[in-house]
């Protein structure tokens, strides 16, 4: 039998630099230039400018193309390509030829419209919305010092080596507490619920106080059990404030707008959860230094009274001799100014007497005249001067004054006072009339 490299002399044998040569000429002459129709995944943009993605079937086929636009042709673009975009793209292909990998190069760019699955984000996000899940309002401020922190990712993403490593770096008193969840596939959406609801749970156990859910980076199909409705609805009800870290600060995920802080990236994320203790430690060390600052002032005015105190104590004879000056200061002047004031109170007192001696006489001459006149209109007033002109009181026994014939009958018994006494009468006949 012969070796299946028998008769290779007789067959070209290729060198890989070459057979890869010819497989590039080969589709430059088969595929110049063609246009391709696909959605975006996985986009990314260069520092240099060039961007990397690849192109997959709107409708959902496996099949996938990796895609290169150089800087000069991506600066040509009127718009921003994004993951999920349904994209129309002109160019050639060929090989990579340091990996061997097919690659499309893209010389052109234009909208074809959104890709299903991002337009399955949009109409669930919009749903959302509208109910209210991503209000403003029901965001919920974080503790500020806490100490117990909760993570729910895949115990073996980067993520949660990146917020480990956050928090040993920055706060290192802070505890983690890790509820495992797969974060990508078809079971991820219900992991991270029963995850978020466990965490939820054990509250009072755990005594974590913020919540942590976070994932690296990925294409839209990657991140997309974060876009579930399951999930998002269980960030939005979760009892525990949430942080939200997925992916990297260009990818925004349903779960980030319902959770109360949304975070760039996982190690964001740990950074937003607690404050760096060296910035806490610089806080207290600048606190202490104003503090010993304004004690220091403090006990150097108290040192400077007590030395100003001292001075004026350290010769009390001094003190004794300005004071027992000041006393008889003040006794010369008392001396002076007591005889003057009692001199002038006695020249009052002696005004007013003789003003008294005047005006007694007079007002005694006025009051008894003002006397005079309201006894004779007192006595002008009195009854039994009237009755002494002839006139008699008439009542009907019972001290009721009679003034008309109207009130007596004939054979009544009146009362009649007269100026020297009183009679009984008997009335005998009325006559009406003056």
């Not at 994209?87 to 340091?98: F, I, S, T």
């Not at 009800?237 to 319902?258: F, K, Q, R, W």
């Not at 009854?383 to 009544?412: C, E, I």
Request: proline letters at 4%.
């Amino acid at each position: 039998m012969s070796e299946p490299w028998q008769g290779a002399s007789l067959r070209r044998v290729w060198g890989v630099a070459a057979l890869l040569t010819a497989v590039t000429d080969s589709l430059n002459a088969r595929f110049a230039v063609c246009t391709v129709s696909g959605e975006i995944s996985g986009f990314t943009r260069a520092a240099s400018g060039h961007c990397y993605f690849s192109l997959k079937d709107a409708d959902g086929q496996t099949a996938m193309l990796r895609c290169a636009m150089f800087r000069r042709a991506a600066g040509l673009l009127d718009f921003s390509p994004g993951e999920g975009a349904l994209v129309e793209v002109r160019g050639r292909l060929a090989l990579y030829e340091p990996r061997g990998e097919l690659q499309f190069v893209v010389e052109g760019m234009r909208r074809a419209g959104a890709g299903a699955l991002y337009e399955q984000f949009l109409r669930l996000k919009a749903k959302l919305d509208a109910q209210g899940l991503f209000d403003p309002l029901r965001k919920r401020a974080l503790p500020v010092f806490p100490r117990r922190l909760g993570v729910v990712t895949s115990t073996a993403g980067a993520a949660l080596h990146d917020v480990l490593t956050a928090l040993a770096r920055r706060a290192p008193h802070v505890e983690v507490i890790v509820y495992p969840s797969v974060v990508q596939g078809e079971q991820a959406p219900a992991a991270l619920v029963q995850a978020l609801a466990t965490a939820n749970a054990r509250v009072a156990e755990d005594q974590i106080e913020v919540l942590l859910l976070v994932r690296g980076g990925g294409s839209l199909e990657d991140l997309w059990a974060f876009n579930d409705e399951r999930v998002v609805r269980a960030v939005a009800n979760s009892a525990l404030p949430v942080i939200c870290g997925v992916g990297h600060e260009t990818d925004v995920t349903l779960a980030d707008l319902a959770a109360d802080l949304r975070a760039p990236t996982p190690t964001a994320a740990a950074e937003l959860a607690a404050p760096s203790r060296q910035t806490l430690l610089d806080a207290l060390n600048v606190m202490q230094a104003n503090l010993s600052r304004r004690v220091g002032q403090g006990l150097d005015n108290m040192n400077q009274r007590l030395d100003r105190a001292g001075l004026r104590l350290s010769r009390p004879s001094a003190l004794i001799t300005r004071q027992r000056r000041s006393l008889d200061l003040l006794a010369q002047r008392w001396g002076q100014v007591v005889p003057r004031v009692l001199a002038l109170r006695r020249q009052g007192l002696d005004a007013w007497m003789q003003r008294h001696e005047r005006a007694a006489p007079a007002a005694l001459r006025a009051q008894d005249q003002r006397l005079q006149s309201l006894q004779a209109r007192l006595a002008a007033l009195d009854p039994k001067q009237v009755l002494a002109r002839g006139y008699a009181w008439l009542d009907d026994g019972q001290g009721r004054a009679l003034t008309s014939v109207t009130q007596l009958k004939v054979g009544q018994q009146v009362h009649a006072v007269l100026a020297d006494g009183a009679v009984d009468l008997e009335v005998i006949g009325t006559h009406a009339g003056a």
